[in-house]
């Protein structure tokens, strides 16, 4: 993985071409800089998370690789072209602020996104109806938006999103908003769309879909992307943890524990130690801890997004940077 | 990618318009405001109605002025024979004449006391004879009438006031009337013009706080070039007012054809009748282009619907502005007000169209409608990428940044996650 791009293969042994490359984007509002020189590589087909908390600048972010707004510095190549709307009819893009024409029938608010995209108004429509049935909205295709639930509404603006079959999905937050059972829907949606093919990119604050879903991730924070590659590297950047259960509470083998050792309840945990298993667990035998369990776990993605994420957060405030904007 | 490919990558400008002019015609026209967009000239009609009676009844009210005589009573009775008589020849001009009093000749009367205390439509009083008439009046009303008094006490004298006949030969036409003619079609076209853009204006102000409201703005942006979203909403208005034109013609001419009135009653104008009403068609498109581009450029920049309401009032007045130069030029041909008329693109319409009932060339017509496309081109653009420019720009929050330094890396993280700091997205 090239850290310096975040590009990384999602498939080993293939070399697919890249969706989206972009390059030192600058965005600043009012002298603010909101995005500060963020680098990404989005391999075709992809399943990619944007990852960062409120206000990191991902959704300004979004906007400059979809050509909503240009940036003040930094270049974008989407989908091989310069200008993202040269290539417009083959990206579907769901904003995070979800919205349709109160008036609209749900069938005639899919067909004219898909209008928006270059798709025939009566193709559109018949596609409509048919992605409203395929998604048990049957029963909703002749409903004003205006009288369906919310749910209901985010799923319309959804298949508006795609159904012009876009080559590119970019989702704004696609999960705020939705119940849990509406949440697996759109995660079975998406790893459906990159089965096809499609290069899928969502941006999110909860780590656990990225986790669940993501081959790639970009973390954003403070406009700044300290992170960018494959789901394990962002894992790895912080050390496993040992989770000790023993028999005996005191001892001479204490002094074998790490310095971060903490106790919780009845376990120790503790980073992983360089030196590796063997010498400590060696220690703990020969102190007699009565070791009752010992488990070596894996940090998890939210682990490591905090660690990173905060990072930058602490750098920032070191450098007297903007790191809450966009 | 190849320029061909990328050109297939999108929708061209005018497709995408059009995607958007469709969606809002069809919008507009099976709502309820389009009803009330329909009903929106007959109020000025009403009111223009409501306030004709009015006046007529306040001109009734006030009644006529009248001359009193005061003179004996068969000079009064003579005066009053030579006065009927003389106002069958020179017909209004001629004021009514009464009999105050009749006055003895060794009486004296008191004119000047009579018309202080007088009520009614009493103006001025006659006394003396017919061979030595006195008129006590104000001063407006002695100019006016110190001759036709003598006239009508000549007559009563029984002195002859024989006039020679005059032979006539009617023509149709004459220059001083052809020109007086053109100007009132001009005028009237102008105002017509102006009632029908104004009326559109106010439509259009609020045109893109629904896409705004609906957050659906961001969708529209991201798939078409703003210049496609602004192009299809005035064109979607365009279409509208033409169904709404042709819905009110209709209407008006019905009316006007049963009250027996029809163009041949109003001065042809210079271009001649079907040229004139293809001017006057694109004139109307092009003022409506050019005004509604400036007014959905100021109503992008609102908000909410009550922003828009504050901006309607100096939008109204500058069209009001516009109209007065505009008319200034009706009389004023060929000076600067007319030059200044014809360049500034938001009278060029209004004055054109005035033009076009003055005078037959056609050129200037050619030039004006070419200037009045290059600027809706111009406006157009300036509008989109402001308005892009505003809607899409995200905002920082200041004061959350100093909170969260104090807080400390695990509270800038924290605070982050937090609701509050969405909105800066």
Redesign the interface.
Known sequence: MDMATGDFSPREGTSAPMAIEAHNLIKR??G?T?VDGVDLAIPTGAIYGILG????????TL?ML????DPDEGERIV???S?P???????G?L??????????KAYEAIA??G????LP?QQGREKARELLENHGLGHAVDRQIRQLSKGMAQTV?LL?TLVHEPKLVVLDEPFSGLDAINQGKLEVLIRGLADKGTTVIFST?VISHAERLCEGIAII?GGKVPFAGRVDEARDRIPAQVRLETRRREGGWLSALPQDARRVGDFWTFALPETGVEPLLKALIEGEAGILSFSIERAGLHDAF?AI???V??KD?VAGE????? | MTARSQTAGRLPLLQAAYVVARRDFTAILFSRAFIFFLLGPLFPVVVMVLAGGVGAQVQQGSGIANVGLAMSAEDNHAMITARDALAKRLGPAVPPMSELRSVASDETFDAAATLQESEGQLAAVVTGTPAAPHLTATEGSIGRWQGIVGMIAAQAEGQSLDYPAVATSTVASSAAARNSARIHTAQGAQVLLFLLIMLLASMVLSNLVEEKGNKIIEVLAAAIPMDAVFLGKLFAMLAISVVGILVWGSTAGIVLTAGGVSLADIAMPGVGWPMFIVLFALYFAMGYLLLGAIFLTIGSQAKTVREVQTLSMPATMLQILVFFLASLTVTNSGGWIDFAGRAFPLSSPFVMVARAAMDESLWPHVVALAWQALCVAVFVRVGARMFRKRVMKSGPQGAKKGVERRRGPAGFVRGLFSKGSAATR
């Open positions: 509002f009012d603010t909101a908390p409120n206000g990191a600048g991902k959704t300004t906007r979809l050509g909503i707004i989908l091989g072209a200008n709307q040269d290539v417009a009819r083959y990206i893009y904003p995070e602020e979800r919205g349709l024409y109160p008036a609209m004219f996104m209008a928006l995209r270059g108004l603006q508006g604050h924070a905090v994420a905060g990072e957060a602490a405030m903007p790191g809450d904007e966009a």
